[in-house]
């Protein structure tokens, strides 16, 4: 009879012990969209969007990727390691600051240091520069299918292997 207990005290233990070490693995989109990709290549096939402060799981390091899983969707896949950080992002805005609260793109970017004050400044001081061009590339979007047909027309092969 005390077999059962002493197995049900090492099965908790273990199991407390594999959800501290899933844990320490943890990691936070840092970027406004994260593209979870079939293999370690930006030319991978998207499986998942993820958003900023989403967390997600490393299972695997290749060069500058990691495979992750999402715990919410318990979907696998590959992102690029820029687009994660060990921080864990926490959004958590009162009702009262809803109202006020920050889009997400504004949050993104205030994560990365940027802010209208920050590029206020940056334009005073090199009125020279024209913004038209990086505004339109940042208005592009290239969806999967253009991608794809891209790499069919081309005869290209993502790195990481033909699919």
């Known amino acids: 009879m005390n077999r059962i207990p002493s197995a049900l005290a090492v099965a908790m233990a273990i199991s407390l012990a594999a959800a501290v070490v899933a844990a320490e693995n943890l990691m936070s989109i840092q970027i406004k969209k994260g593209q979870l990709r079939t293999t370690p290549s930006f030319l991978g096939k998207i499986v998942a ?81 024209d913004y038209a061009w990086i505004i339109q590339m940042e208005r592009m979007v290239v969806s999967q299918e253009q991608m794809e047909q891209f790499l069919k027309d081309g005869k290209l092969a993502p790195e990481g292997g033909i699919r």
């Not at 992750?68 to 926490?90: M, Q, Y």
């Open 49 to 129: 969007e993820l958003n900023y402060a989403d967390q997600v799981a490393v299972l695997e390091k290749k060069d500058a990727w990691l495979k992750v899983r999402t715990p919410a969707k318990n979907i696998a896949g590959w992102l690029h390691a820029s687009a994660l950080t060990s921080k864990k992002i926490i959004l958590k805005p009162g009702a009262s600051d809803v109202a006020q609260a920050a889009s997400s793109d504004e949050v993104a970017l205030a994560g990365k240091g940027f802010s209208e004050q920050v590029e206020r400044e940056f334009k005073s001081r090199n009125p020279q520069l």
